[in-house]
């Protein structure tokens, strides 16, 4: 059993630490406030292989491990969440998809400039009546001849907005079987008549980071377009969402650490009666238990990881890492915005912007209550 | 054209956690709780071999003295693209003055065919910057110090800008082979990439003890030395400090006087 970092994956986090600190902080707050996707930062992150982390190079990618690709996101969200988020979706959602499931004629045209980061791809699952109960999918792909006509409306799609996006996954209707829906995945690329999009959200956190309603009215896309078996949709997603877990539990461990690292100088700096706060058990035994529960996150985060870089199921271990790294995200920025005070409350102060960037992590790629459920039939409950 | 840059490994001074302890010797700092980084103006000479080596060809070599966690700062130079490295370590080279160390590099850098050495101006620790200049004197080769810009005019010269006071640039032309000691902020050093990360590890780093260098006991450390550090101390507190009074428009005010009299803004 060995938990060191190789020394590649060293000098990565070191690499992208020194690239985040230096190209992403200085901008994070004035980003956060204008809500502007920073098409600069995302083109230099492709330039550092940030963008295909876990694909081949064959594909365009880098052939990295999954334990690296954990360490390049939780460096970024260190420093920046909306970046962190459209990093993973995009790896976990747009290209992993497409690498799994896809033929290699759909690799060759859709990975390879994705996982080079010429585009930003995304996935669309979630629905206005379909979120954690992702079968009640309503969205419909009728095959006409050559081509799949697709109706429907997709919630919550990150990086399907932006001048870069090229290319959406959605699952889709496309008959019924024994079971019930036939539920298949199809690729949509952007610029095809009858994908609309919709301005971006105004949210809570994340708010440099593009993600926007689809609907589908009347798309045409060719039957080549069909990613996987048909009916193969719910099966391909499930495993979809495992990397997606995995890519938020990474996120979730930058961001709990920045919470720490914040809270710790402040707790160093600011002087209550007559000493620094951090003197005071009250308030360094929240740092302390937010430095355990941290390391927490990351081992399990990076077990995660190694089982998938194993080449096996890693759908509990992902389950536990988003479940445990993401609820100690926003334990750690509520404690952090408790150790700041009315500081904490405003935003002269980042922990305030990381509070509003943690709870997304409860929500996203499965809820904390289905994670649980996840686990409670791994249990047999 | 054949590039030698040497980097030094120095203590990570924008850390807030580097808070400098003189040891128990009173020769050294405790060193223990630092973090390491390449020393700035190394990396911009990394960055400037890198460039040259792009446009025209030629092999990058990364010379360091220093321990085995030294090896960090060369692996980060080789994934941006040097090619190869050697890397200087011997306990026989503790306390080596600028002589001294110029001497242990030049022993790693005479058998390479160089076009152009490159140090860093300076270091951020011991800040003698003086380094380039005595190697260019040992290796019977020009150099140019404070290089802002450079330039390839033909096979055998550089056109090269020095930094002088208030940023004036001073032109010269050199002959190659030559020494070069890169100032900050003659490019914008780049990141690198995981791939380059991924090659640099199948990179060499050739490692060279005393007896490799050819170099005897006496001509390395302290007995190969033209000085000897004697010893550390740390600044008297608070003497010097100039409390300004008046409301805020009047500090303002005073305070940029005494800013702008000192030549800081």
């Known amino acids: 059993m060995d938990f060191g970092l190789t020394e590649e994956q060293e000098l990565f986090r070191k690499t992208v630490r020194d690239f985040a600190e230096a190209e992403i902080a200085p901008r994070a ?24 982390l876990p694909i081949p190079e064959e594909y365009g990618g880098c052939g990295a491990d999954m334990v690296t690709y954990c360490i390049g996101i939780e460096e970024i969200s260190r420093v920046s969440a909306s970046l962190g988020i459209t990093m993973a979706a995009h790896t976990s959602l747009g290209c992993m998809p497409i690498y799994l499931f896809g033929n290699e004629e759909q690799k060759r045209k859709w990975l390879v400039p994705l996982a080079r980061g010429e585009m930003l791809g995304s996935f669309g699952l979630t629905e206005p009546e379909a979120g954690s109960d992702a079968r009640a999918t309503k969205t419909t792909a009728v095959l006409d001849g050559d081509e799949w006509v697709i109706n429907g409306t997709k919630v919550f799609i990150t990086n399907s907005g932006t001048r870069i996006s090229g290319v959406v996954t959605i699952t889709a209707v496309t008959g019924e079987n024994e079971k019930g829906k036939e539920i298949s995945n199809i690729i949509i690329p952007h610029g095809t008549p009858g994908l609309e999009i919709a301005p971006p959200y105004r949210k809570m956190g994340w708010r440099y980071s593009d993600t926007r309603e689809l609907s589908f009215v009347d798309c045409r896309v060719p039957k080549e377009n069909l990613l996987g078996e048909r009916g193969g949709g719910l099966r391909a997603f499930l495993r979809v969402l495992d990397c997606g877990r995995i890519g938020v539990a990474a996120l979730s461990v930058g961001l709990a650490q920045a919470c720490l690292e914040e809270s710790v100088k402040y707790a160093k700096e600011r002087v209550q009666f007559g000493e620094p706060i951090g003197k005071k058990q009250g308030v360094s035994f929240k740092c302390a238990d937010m430095y355990m529960e941290v390391e927490l996150a990351r081992l399990a985060t990076y077990k995660a990881a190694w089982v998938a870089d194993q080449g096996r199921r890693y759908t509990r271990e992902a389950s536990i890492a988003k479940l445990f790294a993401s609820e100690t995200a926003m334990r750690a920025a509520s404690a952090a915005v408790q150790i700041h005070g009315g500081y904490g409350y405003i935003e002269d102060y980042p922990v305030c912007r990381y509070f509003r960037d943690a709870k997304i992590l409860e929500i996203g790629e499965g809820t904390s209550e289905i994670q649980r459920l996840v686990l409670t039939r791994h249990l047999g409950l | 054209m054949n590039i030698v840059v040497c980097v030094k490994q120095v203590p990570d001074t924008s850390d807030p956690d580097t808070e400098v302890h003189i040891d128990s010797t009173g020769r050294g700092v405790d060193q223990s709780k630092f973090s390491f980084v390449i020393n700035e103006a190394d990396n911009y000479g990394v960055e400037e071999a890198i460039l040259l080596k792009e446009k025209h060809g030629g092999e990058v070599v990364i010379v360091s003295i220093g321990p085995e966690a030294a090896n960090q700062v060369i692996r980060m130079a080789l994934a941006k693209g040097g090619d190869r490295a050697i890397r200087l370590e011997d306990e026989a080279f503790a306390f080596s003055d600028v002589y001294a160390t110029a001497k242990i590099l030049q022993s790693a850098i005479k058998d ?137 428009s009047e500090t303002s005010t005073k305070l940029a006087t005494i800013l702008k009299e000192k030549g800081l803004v």
């Not at chain 2, 380094?131 to 019977?140: E, H, K, V």
């Open chain 1, 29 to 52: 707050a004035e980003l956060d406030e204008k809500g502007e996707f920073p098409y600069d930062i995302v083109s230099k992150m492709a330039e550092l292989g940030l963008l295909g």
């Open chain 2, 112 to 248: 390479i065919e160089f076009d152009v050495v490159m140090t860093g101006c300076m270091a951020s620790d011991d800040g003698y910057a003086a380094t380039g200049q005595t190697l260019a004197q040992l290796l019977g080769v020009p150099h140019a110090a404070y290089v802002k810009s450079v330039e390839v005019i033909d096979e055998k010269t550089l056109k090269v800008g020095r930094e002088l006071e208030g940023g004036l640039l001073e032109m010269s032309e050199i002959k190659m082979p030559c020494v070069l000691t890169i100032q900050t902020g003659i490019n914008e050093p780049r990141y690198a990439s995981f791939k380059g990360i991924r090659e640099a590890s199948k990179k060499e780093i050739k490692i060279m003890d005393l007896a490799a260098t050819g170099l005897s006991s006496d001509e390395v450390g302290e007995n190969g030395s033209l000085s000897v550090l004697k010893g550390y101390s740390m600044p008297e507190v608070g003497e010097l400090a100039e409390i300004l009074e008046g409301d805020a």
